[in-house]
């Protein structure tokens, strides 16, 4: 008997997804904007530009630098995280390192490019929704990477092993409830080539179901990309036939 | 200190000639009363009380999320002016478009007596300080936002305004901040209570959101207040300054309005003096202001600016509609 979650989804079905590109008027170079089921994360990525901090520049490559910024009203309750929160910082280094490796940085020696990632609510798989909006928003940006990074969360529902020893099917892409209910990661790839380049997990769970959380995490991501590359290639054809006029 | 400007002194000095022309030229060939451009929506965040998003070309973006929180009153007795007016918080976060991060502002708006870019309405909050005053000052026959927020004997809301900018300079228009927190107020939606008025027990809400309760009833006056910026360029008031119109500019004002009928007319809430870049005249040469033209001003606000108001009210009606 396949059973459904609290919000009507099956076992493998994604929340809807929402994204748009080109979404801030700013002086940012990129931006982006994207909806997973209630999280909504808005990015904007500057660069490659002049490095604000000395320190920063790299002789031979691009540095990358990421902020993060939880608003207020994110959440369930009013909570304001500082710049030095925990949780921000630790999202801020998890998407700084993935887009290090996959943009491709030696293009753009002594040159920064800053992702600033603002979180408008929140409803489970922050991190994935915050690396889907960077890839996004790094596209609108032109700045050249290897492929699309494309994350998605996998869930596993019960520790509890059936009669005949096999695990129950992992959860795709858990809201806010399953996240604080059960175990989940978080992974991310490159492209639909099932290359994991981010992988996040913090609670504890039997080795034996660990690879099908991660094998579940991947076919989401695989299908997160389609639907981002579906967008990008509609907002591309828009914007040529724009021109074409 | 005035806004910055990437404006050189030949460039000023022509800006300023063609907008003290009789008619003027702005620079994007608006008429003077014209407003730009924005994006507006509102109640797009599943957890806010009411939200809103304005985008502006060149004042940036703005996002501003309500959240209400029910809090006990401080006092058991009447609660005074003081305490009541705490029932609101306003605080505004500056976020650059990319590089500049929080903090890297100089003052919000521009606005005199406003201090630091980002901060609380508590003390030396800059913006939030203005929007909030705007708030509580707006209203008049005894009939006052905090009345709204008044739950039960003994127990209130507690309203939480965020504001978060994304902006290009440290100096937004003050029509974006206003426009988004206006945006937000007429799109709050409260829970119903069902335990009596009368009772000080910890007040029970109706969960079904669909019998909530606006804030601000829809066809009810006053509205939530707007702000205008309003500079002035020779005898020639202008809407809505863009960045290089206020580098010129020799005067300015922000005056908040708040709607007072169904016909469009506006009362006057609150008249602030701007900091403007004065590049007409001479350094150390400032003249003061004429009586009459601040007078213009604000009526040239009143008048024209109604319109802009009252679509603005529709459209967030509109909205909530169809959400």
């Known amino acids: 008997m396949e059973g459904l979650r609290n919000d009507g989804r099956r076992w493998n079905e994604l929340r809807r997804i929402h994204c748009q590109l080109s979404t801030s008027s700013t002086n940012a170079d990129g931006s982006s904007y994207i909806e997973q089921g209630f999280t909504k994360v808005l990015c904007n990525v500057t660069g490659p530009a002049e490095p604000s901090n000395r320190q920063r520049v790299k002789q031979d490559s691009a540095t990358v630098s990421c902020e993060v910024y939880f608003a207020a009203f994110s959440g369930t309750d009013r909570i304001k995280r500082g710049r030095n929160d925990k949780k921000v910082q630790e999202l801020q280094t998890a998407i700084q390192k993935t887009f290090s490796s996959i943009i491709l940085t030696h293009l753009f020696a002594r040159s920064e490019i800053t992702i600033s990632i603002h979180i408008l609510s929140q409803d489970g798989g922050t991190l994935a929704a915050c690396i889907n909006a960077a890839t996004l928003a790094l596209i609108d940006a032109g700045i050249p990477m290897t492929d699309y990074v494309c994350a998605c969360t996998a869930g596993q529902s019960t520790s509890i092993f059936d009669n005949e020893g096999a695990s129950p099917d992992p959860w795709l892409d858990v809201n806010y409830l399953e996240e604080s209910d059960i175990p989940s990661l978080t992974v991310a790839t490159v492209g639909d080539s099932e290359k994991i380049v981010a992988l996040s997990m913090e609670n504890k769970v039997r080795i034996e179901a660990l690879e099908a959380m991660i094998a579940v995490g991947i076919s989401g991501c695989a299908r997160v990309r389609g639907i981002m590359d579906k967008e990008v290639r509609r907002y591309g054809k828009e914007k040529l036939e724009a021109e074409g006029e | ?323």
Not at chain 2, 13 to 34: G, N, V
Not at chain 2, 123 to 130: I, K, Q, T
Not at chain 2, 183 to 191: I, V
Request: aromatic letters at 6%.
């Open chain 2, 1 to 323: 200190m005035p806004p910055p400007t990437p404006l050189s002194p030949p460039e000023l000095s022509y800006l300023f000639t063609s907008l003290s022309l009789t008619p003027p030229i702005r620079p994007d060939l608006r008429s003077a009363s014209q407003f730009r451009p924005l994006i507006a929506e509102c109640s797009f965040l599943p957890h806010c009380n009411g939200s809103s998003r304005i985008c502006m070309t060149e004042a940036g973006e703005c996002i501003v999320g309500i959240k209400a929180e029910v809090e006990k009153d401080a006092t058991s007795k009447y609660a005074t002016i003081i305490e009541r007016e705490k029932w609101i918080e306003v605080s505004v976060e500056v976020a650059g478009g990319g590089a500049s991060g929080p903090g890297s502002g100089v003052g919000v708006g521009g606005i005199s007596g406003a201090g630091g870019a980002s901060g609380r309405d508590e003390g030396d909050g800059g913006a939030a300080v203005w929007l909030k005053e705007g708030l509580l000052a707006c209203g008049g026959d005894g009939w006052s936002i905090l009345d709204r927020l008044v739950i039960s004997k003994g127990w209130h809301w507690k309203l939480y305004i965020d504001v978060l900018l994304l902006t290009p300079t440290s100096h937004p228009s003050p029509l974006l901040l206003s426009t988004a927190v206006n945006m937000a107020l007429d799109s709050t939606y409260l829970p119903k209570l069902t335990s009596p008025h009368d009772v000080d027990d910890i007040p029970a809400f109706s969960d079904d959101w669909a019998i909530s309760v606006p804030l601000y009833e829809p066809t009810t006056f006053p509205r939530p207040p707007i702000s205008l910026p309003v500079v002035a360029i020779g005898d020639n008031v202008f809407l809505d300054p863009s960045v290089a119109e206020v580098a010129t500019a020799e005067v300015g004002l922000v005056v908040t309005l708040a709607l007072s009928d169904a016909d469009g007319s506006c009362d006057i809430v609150g008249v602030r003096g701007m900091e403007v870049g004065r590049a007409g005249g001479k350094e150390g040469d400032r003249k003061g202001i004429n009586r009459k033209l601040l007078r213009k001003m604000v009526t040239t606000c009143v008048n024209e600016a109604s319109e802009v108001i009252k679509t603005l009210g529709e459209t967030t009606h509109k909205q909530m509609f169809r959400a």
